[in-house]
């Protein structure tokens, strides 16, 4: 697996700033903002490291050190051990003891409702959140902390006068008043400094959080877009988030930005702060799309598409059955509620089967199972990352198309759409894969009944804002993978290439706004996009380069072209990779893979590429009149020459390697051709339909032929 120790290379993909007026307060918040499911400094749900362990876990400096840090302070170590063993200052260490102290002191309250005063005040200073606080005082007498329990602790601080305050963020160094709307709620204050009209006019919009695989800065473009229909409609706009190196929190990007945390509570606190005319949450990603049944039982006014129906398609079974219910077309599937009900649908279905969670971003704790030993250790991963919903098992269909429809609905109508394509088949995330925008191999017919599959949905679902939903596609059947019903991260590529901006109409639609449909159609584009994703295996040791249903990328970019092949091109070098001068590795996994590689590896040798194959790949090209090299595997022993020596020698300038099958030997075999081609960094692909894609447009086509254009001159 992937080396978790931190060093002098880079590794982060992101960042959070949490502020506070004790340096308690700013250290729980960030360890919440991080989005590793924690709760703070204490009282998270990890794995408690063995005490035999614990030395070399506080000496090695880690992700995860700070968790051993608590352990260690909680199991007694002294602020001096715990400095011996990191070096970390004694000034933090003795801050952090404080936080244990107090959990101390909470966990021997023996019910929420006797909770002093001085207590509860004292845990909110320092950062405790109304969760954490529930969870000491019921784990005394064995009981689980859940929502409710949370809300008992903020009714108690509300009846005690227990309150946060706002406190705007000096940017003059105290030596003249603050004026800047950059706001954070602390409970170390006495009085807010800012004042609330209480009108009505504020749009609270829920950000997306920090720079991570899975949300960047597409879910932030779709708020900023949000906030800028706001203001330009006369709302007062109102952002929340912690993210401090994005657009969403630059000072003069909204009215009121609250620097602060997207978590169930500190929403509520904002909210009963502002008053708002509503709130959005469907342009932050996932993080604002989870808070939503929570807000609506409180009675917070959600724009745009109903709580109720944002869970009918995110509860992974309500979903389901709405499909069948509506003769819609989907994979078979079974929810999971007992081990016997899976091992009868997998009785029925066979291998590979798709295990999938509710309420998830990126394809998290989602995996493809080929054998039973995988599918019992991916579905405890997956019901301990969706404990309150359902994780359902469903048919994966394989050599499928997927196909993706970004759109904006008002009241169930759909108003404006994009249909686009992945290069990829099915099985690699839709964040991943290479996506071409106007589809060029797509039929017409499955072109019609994705809209009328999405007319459907839509009007079902009572759609009021943005959604997206990912088909696939095989002999013109059309199957529904899923539906978010929130902007997806195709949003800002499809509204650049159609020139259409689907936020803002979106936001329009939230707002109950008059809007009209665009006059603007995908098949009307003279020029084709492509999405091409920026991966960054060289900074992860040891990770794995290859694509699934998780998501892997940490960037992407777009580009435009008069066709495929040079929108390919462009993208391809773009997100670093180099057209081979003269040598390709191919190591092409399972007879259908071979296959599909058969014409790419014709067009290599026809333009004077001399090819290498690894032993299984090589037979199959010379059965078929196709020159080559035979290069050995890591494991065939007195057979050379090595294809690590060969990769090592820099004879190679381009991999092919598609991972066969999951068995040890093709794993050990293909990681290390993998983990070399980054290492020594060697332009590597690791799936057909991208390789031949890629291989028929540098064949095609020279880099000197790409015209230059700007964007305005794509009619």
């Not at 919440?32 to 035999?52: A, D, L, W, Y």
């Not at 609250?258 to 502002?274: A, C, G, N, P, S």
């Not at 109720?308 to 499909?323: V, Y």
């Not at 059309?478 to 499809?494: D, G, K, M, Q, T």
Request: proline share 4%; aromatic share 8%.
């Amino acid at each position: 697996g992937v080396s978790r120790e931190l060093g002098s290379s880079m590794k982060s993909v992101g960042e959070v700033m949490a502020i506070g007026r004790t340096f308690e307060e700013a250290i729980q918040k960030g360890l919440r903002m991080i989005g590793q499911g924690m709760h703070g400094f204490v009282s998270n749900s990890t794995k408690e490291i063995p005490s035999s362990e614990l030395d070399c876990a506080l000496s090695a400096p880690t992700d995860t050190r700070i968790f051993a840090i608590s352990q260690a302070l909680r199991s007694g170590y002294t602020v001096e051990q715990v400095h011996q063993l990191t070096k970390i200052d004694r000034w933090f260490l003795d801050k952090l003891q404080s936080i244990v102290r107090t959990s101390l002191r909470l966990a021997e309250t023996d019910a929420i409702a006797n909770l002093p005063k001085e207590l509860l005040l004292r845990a909110k200073r320092q950062g405790f959140s109304d969760f954490q606080i529930a969870r000491f005082v019921l784990n005394k007498h064995g009981e689980r902390a859940r929502d409710e329990q949370a809300l008992e602790v903020r009714s108690l601080r509300k009846k005690l006068g227990v309150l946060p305050v706002v406190k705007q963020i000096d940017t003059l160094a105290a030596e003249y008043p603050a004026e800047t709307n950059s706001l954070y709620l602390t409970y170390s204050g006495t009085a807010n400094d800012i004042s609330y009209e209480a009108d009505g006019r504020s749009v609270v919009v829920l950000g997306s959080g920090a720079y991570r695989i899975g949300s960047s800065v597409e879910f932030d473009w779709c708020g900023v877009q949000a906030l800028n229909t706001i203001r330009r409609e006369g709302y007062r706009s109102v952002m929340i988030n912690y993210n401090p190196e994005t657009v969403s929190t630059d000072y003069d990007m909204c009215d009121r930005l609250y620097f602060d945390e997207l978590t169930f509570e500190r929403v509520m606190d904002v909210i009963d702060l502002e008053t708002p005319n509503g709130v959005i949450v469907s342009t932050g990603g996932q993080i604002p799309n989870n808070l939503a049944m929570k807000l609506d039982e409180q009675h917070v006014p959600i724009l745009g598409t109903s709580a109720a129906d944002i869970d009918n398609a995110e509860d992974r079974a309500k979903f389901s059955s709405m499909l069948t219910r509506n003769g819609i077309n989907q994979p078979e599937w079974s929810a999971l509620t007992s081990m016997d009900k899976i091992n009868e649908f997998i009785a029925r279905v066979g291998f590979p089967v798709l295990v999938r969670p509710s309420y998830v971003l990126s394809g998290a704790a989602m995996n493809v199972c080929s054998n039973r030993e995988e599918l019992e250790r991916f579905l405890q991963l997956a019901a301990n990352v969706s404990e309150d919903h359902p994780v359902v098992v469903s048919r994966f269909i394989e050599h499928a198309k997927e196909i993706e429809m970004d759109a904006v609905a008002k009241d169930g109508e759909i108003l404006a759409y994009a249909i686009s394509e992945h290069i990829e088949f099915a099985g690699v995330h839709s964040g991943d894969a290479t996506i071409q925008f106007p589809p060029q191999k797509v039929y017409i017919e499955t072109v019609r009944r994705i809209k009328r599959v999405s007319r459907q949905i839509a009007k079902e679902l009572h759609i009021s804002g943005p959604f997206n939903i990912q088909f696939m596609a095989r002999d013109n059947d059309l199957l529904v993978i899923e539906c978010n019903l929130r902007a997806s991260r195709s949003f800002p590529f499809v509204s650049k290439v159609l020139k259409l901006n689907l936020i803002d109409l979106a936001t329009r639609v939230m707002l109950g706004l008059p809007v009209e449909k665009p006059n603007k159609n995908l098949f009307d584009l003279d020029y084709v996009g492509i999405k091409a994703s920026q991966f960054s295996f060289n900074r992860l040791q040891k990770a794995d380069p290859v694509l699934g249903v998780d998501m892997a990328s940490t960037g992407e970019v777009g580009c435009l072209g008069d066709d495929t092949n040079s929108a390919l091109l462009t993208s391809m070098l773009s997100v670093g990779h180099r057209i081979p001068k003269k040598t390709v590795l191919l190591s092409t996994g399972g007879g259908k893979q071979k296959a599909e590689m058969l014409d790419a590896a014709k067009r290599l040798v026809n333009n004077g590429y001399e090819l290498y194959a690894t032993s299984g790949t090589s037979h199959f090209l010379t059965e078929n009149g196709i020159a080559n090299t035979t290069v050995y595997w890591p494991t065939d022993e007195g057979m050379e020459p090595k294809v690590l020596n060969v990769l090592r020698e820099k004879k190679i300038d381009m991999v092919v390697n598609i991972p066969k099958d999951l068995t040890p030997r093709e794993l050990t075999n293909g990681y290390s051709i993998r983990r070399a081609a980054i290492d020594l960094n060697i332009p590597l692909i690791t799936n057909t339909r991208l390789a031949s894609a890629f291989i028929t447009a540098f064949t095609t086509m020279r880099v000197e032929d790409i015209e230059i254009k700007a964007w305005s001159e794509y009619k």
